[in-house]
């Protein structure tokens, strides 16, 4: 999200820092990094921010960039009905970590490379650029990460300047937990961005009179004929049927929502045909947009068509 002189970036998927800088987009003038879930599609790239950032950034002082996000699961997800044995946990030690966790093991796996630049070079250290803030959810609000992703609540303020107030709220990425939506309130328009989810209330209830709603959408059957593992079929199958949402369903999402404009990003799998996408016109009246990578979408209701208020997709 593009506000004046500031952006504002949702999720780091393969090649978001490329992509950023094929926008035109200064890390300089990069506010925030708001983490969706822990899923690698979201945060793979999270690693040359922080390590070309001690570049791009070595210009003068600034505050950290807030990577805001998830905090731990707390424990690991329930083992998938059709498995035939128990498989053992990666990094059994923290096996759930959230953003926090994340920059730590990255700051680790890739100390001989900071090291370097911070005593060679004299860069600074990630640390004084980037900074985990993890999400704190309401205590009575009854979240559990295996069998309440989603309850009932209302949007919490995790980030305000003088471009915008963004609002989080739990969504249905199971067994994905926690995982959000945010939605970036500014004074001329306003963005939801969906995450990866099934489709839930709370989400309805963020994006009530958005602007711009970007959603995720899935082609099941299309998905299906990847595989030729019968049970990865079947349990691949399973997460995908509970943890995303159709073009239909994002269309009735939106409709319920009264969101203005939507548009379908992060589509799974890629090589659908655009007719599979353009199903949610049989649910959504408004206007629906299927945009490419790198495409500008103005998102501001009383200003010109302009990149000021803006949603550039930088990855698909």
Same mark, same amino acid.
């Given at each position: 999200m593009v506000v004046n002189d500031s952006w504002y970036l949702v999720d780091c998927g393969q090649g978001?820092?490329?992509? &950023?800088?094929?926008?035109?987009?200064?890390?300089? %003038?990069?506010?925030?990094? !708001?983490?969706?879930?822990? @899923?690698?599609?979201?945060?793979?790239?999270?690693?040359s921010m922080l390590l070309f950032g001690a570049f791009e950034l070595a210009n003068g002082y600034r505050e950290p960039i807030p990577v805001f996000g998830p905090g731990d699961r707390g424990?690991?997800?329930?083992?998938?009905? =059709?498995?035939? +044995? #128990?498989?053992?946990?990666?990094?059994? $030690? =923290?096996?759930?970590?959230?953003? &926090?966790?994340?920059l730590e093991g990255l700051h680790s796996a890739y100390a001989t490379d900071f090291n370097d630049r911070i005593f060679d070079s004299l860069t600074k250290s990630p640390n004084e650029q980037f900074r985990a803030v993890e999400i704190e959810l309401p205590e009575d609000i009854g979240f559990d990460p295996d069998t309440q992703v989603a309850p009932e609540?209302?949007?919490? #303020?995790? !980030? $305000?300047? $003088? %471009?915008?107030t963004v609002t989080a709220i739990l #969504?249905? @990425?199971?067994?994905?937990?926690?995982?959000? &939506?945010? =939605? !970036?309130d *500014? +004074?001329?328009?306003? #963005? *939801?961005?969906?995450?990866?989810?099934?489709?839930?209330? %709370?989400?309805? $209830?963020?994006a009530q009179g958005t602007d711009l709603l970007l959603h995720e959408a899935i082609n099941l059957e299309l998905l299906a004929s990847?595989?030729?593992?019968?049970?990865?079929?079947?349990? *691949?199958?399973?997460h995908h049927r509970r943890a995303h949402t159709t073009a239909v369903e994002a269309g009735r999402i939106a409709q319920k929502?009264?969101? =203005?404009h939507l548009a379908l990003h992060h589509l799974v799998p890629s090589y659908s045909p655009p007719e599979a996408w353009l199903e949610a016109r049989t649910t959504y009246q408004g206007k629906l947009t299927v945009p490419a990578d790198l495409d500008i979408i103005p998102f501001g209701r009383t200003t010109p068509v302009s990149p000021d208020r803006a949603a550039i997709l930088?990855?698909?």
């Open positions: 978001a820092g490329h992509q &950023a800088h094929a926008a035109g987009l200064a890390m300089e %003038n990069l506010a925030g990094i !708001f983490i969706t879930h822990m @899923h690698s599609d979201h945060t793979v790239d999270l690693p424990k690991l997800p329930p083992l998938s009905s =059709r498995a035939i +044995e #128990v498989p053992t946990p990666i990094a059994p $030690q =923290r096996p759930t970590p959230g953003v &926090a966790g994340l609540m209302d949007p919490i #303020v995790v !980030f $305000q300047d $003088q %471009n915008v #969504v249905s @990425h199971q067994p994905t937990a926690p995982a959000y &939506a945010y =939605r !970036f *500014t +004074e001329t328009g306003s #963005v *939801t961005v969906s995450g990866d989810t099934a489709p839930c209330a %709370n989400l309805v $209830q963020l990847r595989y030729t593992d019968a049970t990865m079929l079947r349990a *691949t199958m399973d929502a009264g969101a =203005r930088t990855a698909s």
